[in-house]
């Protein structure tokens, strides 16, 4: 699967990296220079080829991804074979989700007022696809210690854990 190309930004933080990748790959800083000058598309293929294998490497390292809108609070932990979700949906019209920090304290303070939901989805797909797909619909990389608020919160509202 193809990702996303990295931007100019990103290129330039990774300088030293592409040229690593380039002298991997065979070229040199000449050939390279004489690439982007004469055959701009295959120039553009090694850098999409990088893009594709920084994207992947850092896909592979993440293991909590969260997503905020005004209405609905996800968080995703990634397992090797699967995904596990806590979904918190307000309820109440007035509410809204502005602050990812606040979260906790506006549930605890307003109990009736969101549905909790939890899903395991098995994975069928490359791991590293199925991240770049959440992250394309505006997941975010998470950490445990925010898993584990919304896990204690899963636990206690259902009496149980599903997963």
């Known amino acids: 699967m193809r990702y996303r190309m990295l931007s100019e930004e990103e ?4 300088s030293d990296d592409f040229t ?3 002298v991997v790959q065979g070229i040199d800083d000449d050939s390279w ?7 701009k598309e295959k120039a553009r ?7 594709d294998t920084v994207l992947a490497k850092v896909y592979s390292k993440v293991k909590y991804l969260s997503y905020v809108s005004d209405k609905v609070y996800s968080i995703f932990r990634i397992n090797k074979d699967d ?3 806590i979904l918190i949906k307000i309820t109440e019209p007035t509410f809204a989700f502005k ?13 009736g007022s969101w549905e909790l939901y939890s899903s395991t989805k098995q994975l069928n797909e490359k791991l590293t696809d199925e991240i770049h797909k959440l992250c394309t619909q505006g997941c ?3 950490k445990a210690e925010t898993w584990d608020i919304y896990y204690d919160l899963h636990k206690k509202a ?5 997963f």
Do not use: G
């Open 11 to 14: 290129l330039n933080a990774l």
């Open 20 to 22: 690593q990748f380039l």
């Open 33 to 39: 220079r004489k690439m982007n000058l004469e055959n």
């Open 45 to 51: 293929q090694i850098v999409e080829i990088f893009s």
């Open 83 to 85: 995904i596990n979700l």
């Open 99 to 111: 602050n990812e920090n606040l979260i906790p304290e506006l549930l605890s303070k307003n109990s």
């Open 140 to 142: 975010q990389i998470s």
């Open 158 to 162: 259902s009496n149980k854990a599903s």
